[in-house]
């Protein structure tokens, strides 16, 4: 390939396509330019290769694709003055170039600057090819902030310009003497992109000037369509169990749904607001291969009674967080509808509502299955494929030593000794599995209070797990966004008990509050959540009990929420 810009010094990595999971021979690769002082763009003004700086973004390559054919030469007749350069040239055309057209769609071979911020507001600038997918980035995110590789790590698209209406309550205009309106700014629409979809071409379909940005973050429940051991489709909202009486597992659920290649038709009744009012009224949808419908009627499903809503494979769906607060929905269960025709501005946004979580996340499972089928089961199975393989790069490392040439040895006197006694080894032996025996039974004892308290009071701030001192109402808000999944955690501080701690876990869609209190008995400190019942030396050691078992909660410990620094 021919281009001017040079690295000082380069990195290749083998990034798997999306292909490749498919026997494909495509390949794509990521370089990342030094880290070196200077401002971000400065470039040598000599004739030799410009010199990269730290501030450059990333560059990744999607699959990797055919030159573009060279454009044809003009021939040797002279030129003729064009009157009208304009309509010629779009790149330079003031009308076919108007911002209000939007970026038009990712040209083949060139790279594209993408943007991707942190749960904290941080913001890092990567460069992509066209076909760089979302899977990708987010590995080579995971590999630069150094985190636990996982098929959890998902990025999401926000859109912070689509408001959904006014607060409840609120006014067109202000009158004299009227409270200012809240500055704080409303929680954005937002939906996880899929493995396969290209960050290029949804990026591209941002109307220009709006504050629309992905955000790198954990989302377990992208994949719990296909893992879930409850069943995310009620009996009551499947048509075809409705239809045979009888019920139906999950998994068989998913299996025929693959099988046949359909959508799953889900019905059930939704909160809709009327268009140019805040009046919600309740109508029973329908969801069928043609699209969404609701009925007129009641729950008739008369074709007389049913009218069109919403074409899904030409659509968005979107999460609406804090709806009830802010927009004046029924329930906090809320999600939207945009069409791609959409760009900016509310006109054409459907916003609706469901009776509780289950229903809504029935909805959503139905309304991805609708519109990416089977493309979903293949990415959860590269998923899968992608966490079996070794962490490392390269052929698997060999040892050094085999275990046959090793040999016991003595190091009680000034100099060691080997043991070539079979009675004395094995003596050896266990003195050594003695040793390591009273050490881990000392990491697991009760602290004395004048030596180990103040290490267990404090140990546990290392964990990825602990959030320090956030409110109940973050902490609940943190959880949904990474998944209502069972088993979903996080440890914070108190805020009624200075000295306590609270384990925040998710279980069937819902996030309860465990009280961790420290208690003291004869001059050691240790942990409980029930009443001295169960005691821990630290924090750390009652989280990891508790992933292994139960106790007094009502599952284990599975997924523990994380904020990483971009």
């Given at each position: 390939?021919?281009?001017?810009?040079?690295?000082?010094?380069?990195?290749?990595?083998?990034?798997?396509?999306?292909?490749?999971m498919?026997?494909?021979?495509?390949?794509?690769?990521?370089?990342?330019?030094?880290?070196?002082?200077?401002?971000?763009?400065?470039r040598?003004?000599?004739e030799?290769?410009?010199?990269?700086?730290?501030?450059q973004?990333?560059f990744?390559?999607?699959?990797?694709?055919q030159?573009?054919?060279?454009?044809?030469?003009?021939?040797?007749?002279?030129?003729?003055p064009?009157?009208?350069?304009?309509?010629?040239?779009?790149?330079?055309?003031?009308i076919?170039?108007?911002?209000?057209?939007?970026?038009?769609?990712?040209?083949?071979?060139?790279?594209?600057?993408?943007?991707?911020?942190?749960?904290?507001?941080?913001?890092?600038?990567?460069?992509?090819?066209?076909?760089?997918?979302?899977?990708?980035?987010?590995?080579?995110?995971?590999?630069?902030?150094?985190?636990?590789h996982?098929?959890?790590?998902?990025?999401?698209?926000?859109?912070?310009?689509?408001?959904?209406?006014?607060?409840?309550?609120?006014?067109?205009g202000?009158?004299?003497g009227?409270?200012?309106?809240?500055?704080?700014?409303?929680?954005?629409?937002?939906?996880?992109?899929?493995?396969?979809?290209?960050?290029?071409?949804?990026?591209?379909?941002?109307?220009?000037?709006?504050?629309?940005?992905?955000?790198?973050?954990?989302?377990?429940?992208?994949?719990?369509?296909?893992?879930?051991?409850?069943s995310?489709?009620?009996?009551?909202?499947?048509?075809?169990?409705?239809?045979?009486?009888?019920?139906?597992?999950?998994?068989?659920?998913?299996?025929?749904?693959?099988?046949?290649?359909s959508?799953p038709?889900?019905?059930?009744?939704?909160?809709?607001?009327?268009?140019?009012?805040?009046?919600?009224?309740?109508?029973?949808?329908?969801?069928?291969?043609?699209?969404?419908?609701y009925?007129?009627?009641?729950?008739?499903?008369?074709?007389?009674?049913?009218?069109?809503?919403?074409?899904?494979?030409?659509?968005?769906?979107?999460?609406?967080?804090?709806?009830?607060?802010?927009?004046?929905?029924?329930?906090?269960?809320?999600?939207?509808?945009?069409?791609?025709?959409?760009?900016?501005?509310?006109?054409?946004?459907?916003?609706?509502?469901?009776?509780?979580?289950?229903?809504?996340?029935?909805?959503?499972?139905?309304?991805?299955?609708?519109?990416?089928?089977?493309?979903?089961?293949?990415?959860?199975?590269?998923?899968?494929?992608r966490?079996?393989?070794?962490?490392?790069?390269?052929?698997?490392p060999?040892?050094?030593v085999?275990?046959?040439?090793?040999?016991?040895?003595?190091?009680?006197?000034?100099?060691?000794?080997?043991?070539?006694?079979p009675?004395?080894?094995l003596?050896?032996?266990?003195?050594?599995?003695q040793?390591?025996?009273?050490?881990?039974?000392?990491?697991?004892?009760?602290?004395?209070?004048?030596?180990?308290?103040?290490?267990?009071?404090?140990?546990?701030?290392?964990?990825?797990?602990?959030?320090?001192?956030?409110?109940?109402?973050?902490?609940?808000?943190?959880?949904?966004?990474?998944?209502?999944?069972?088993?979903?955690?996080?440890v914070?501080?108190?805020?009624?008990?200075?000295?306590?701690?609270?384990?925040?876990?998710?279980?069937?869609q819902?996030?309860?509050?465990?009280?961790?209190?420290?208690?003291?008995?004869?001059?050691?400190?240790?942990?409980?959540?029930?009443?001295?019942?169960?005691?821990?030396?630290?924090?750390?050691?009652?989280?990891?009990?508790?992933?292994?078992?139960r106790?007094?909660?009502?599952?284990?410990?599975?997924?523990?929420?994380?904020?990483?620094?971009?």
């Amino acid at each position: 390939p021919t281009g001017t810009r040079t690295p000082t010094r380069c990195q290749t990595h083998s990034l798997p396509t999306d292909n490749a999971m498919e026997g494909g021979a495509q390949q794509s690769s990521l370089w990342e330019p030094p880290e070196q002082d200077g401002g971000p763009g400065e470039r040598d003004g000599g004739e030799g290769p410009p010199e990269v700086k730290r501030s450059q973004p990333l560059f990744i390559h999607g699959s990797s694709r055919q030159p573009p054919q060279e454009e044809p030469r003009a021939s040797s007749l002279p030129s003729i003055p064009n009157p009208f350069p304009e309509l010629c040239s779009p790149s330079n055309s003031p009308i076919l170039s108007s911002p209000t057209l939007g970026q038009g769609p990712p040209r083949e071979g060139t790279s594209h600057v993408v943007k991707v911020f942190g749960e904290d507001g941080a913001c890092r600038s990567l460069e992509a090819s066209a076909g760089t997918t979302a899977r990708q980035l987010c590995e080579t995110l995971v590999r630069r902030t150094r985190a636990l590789h996982d098929h959890s790590w998902a990025l999401v698209e926000l859109h912070q310009h689509l408001a959904l209406g006014e607060r409840p309550g609120g006014h067109g205009g202000a009158r004299p003497g009227d409270p200012p309106a809240p500055t704080d700014p409303l929680p954005p629409p937002e939906r996880c992109l899929e493995d396969h979809e290209s960050v290029v071409e949804v990026q591209s379909s941002w109307a220009p000037g709006t504050d629309s940005r992905f955000v790198f973050r954990k989302n377990f429940a992208k994949y719990e369509l296909f893992k879930s051991n409850t069943s995310l489709f009620p009996e009551v909202m499947v048509s075809s169990c409705l239809e045979a009486n009888k019920s139906m597992a999950h998994s068989e659920l998913i299996q025929n749904f693959l099988n046949s290649g359909s959508c799953p038709e889900v019905q059930g009744f939704l909160q809709l607001r009327e268009a140019g009012r805040k009046v919600w009224k309740r109508f029973h949808f329908s969801l069928r291969r043609s699209g969404l419908y609701y009925s007129t009627k009641g729950t008739s499903k008369d074709p007389r009674h049913l009218q069109y809503f919403a074409d899904l494979t030409e659509s968005n769906i979107y999460y609406v967080t804090q709806g009830k607060k802010l927009y004046g929905t029924p329930t906090e269960f809320g999600f939207c509808i945009k069409p791609h025709k959409v760009r900016s501005g509310v006109k054409g946004l459907k916003l609706l509502c469901s009776e509780d979580e289950q229903s809504r996340s029935c909805w959503m499972a139905a309304f991805r299955l609708f519109k990416y089928g089977m493309q979903l089961y293949r990415n959860y199975q590269q998923a899968q494929a992608r966490l079996s393989q070794p962490p490392w790069i390269g052929p698997t490392p060999l040892r050094s030593v085999s275990d046959n040439a090793l040999v016991a040895m003595d190091f009680s006197g000034c100099t060691g000794r080997v043991i070539e006694n079979p009675s004395e080894v094995l003596t050896a032996a266990l003195e050594e599995a003695q040793a390591w025996r009273k050490k881990t039974t000392h990491r697991y004892s009760l602290p004395t209070a004048c030596h180990s308290s103040p290490l267990s009071a404090a140990i546990h701030r290392t964990q990825p797990w602990f959030h320090g001192r956030i409110s109940r109402e973050d902490t609940q808000q943190l959880i949904g966004r990474q998944g209502l999944v069972d088993g979903v955690f996080l440890v914070r501080e108190s805020q009624r008990n200075p000295k306590g701690f609270v384990l925040s876990l998710c279980h069937l869609q819902r996030i309860k509050h465990y009280l961790i209190l420290p208690s003291e008995e004869e001059g050691r400190l240790y942990f409980t959540m029930d009443d001295g019942q169960t005691r821990f030396a630290d924090l750390i050691q009652l989280v990891e009990f508790h992933q292994i078992n139960r106790g007094i909660l009502p599952c284990k410990l599975r997924h523990y929420c994380t904020c990483v620094a971009l």
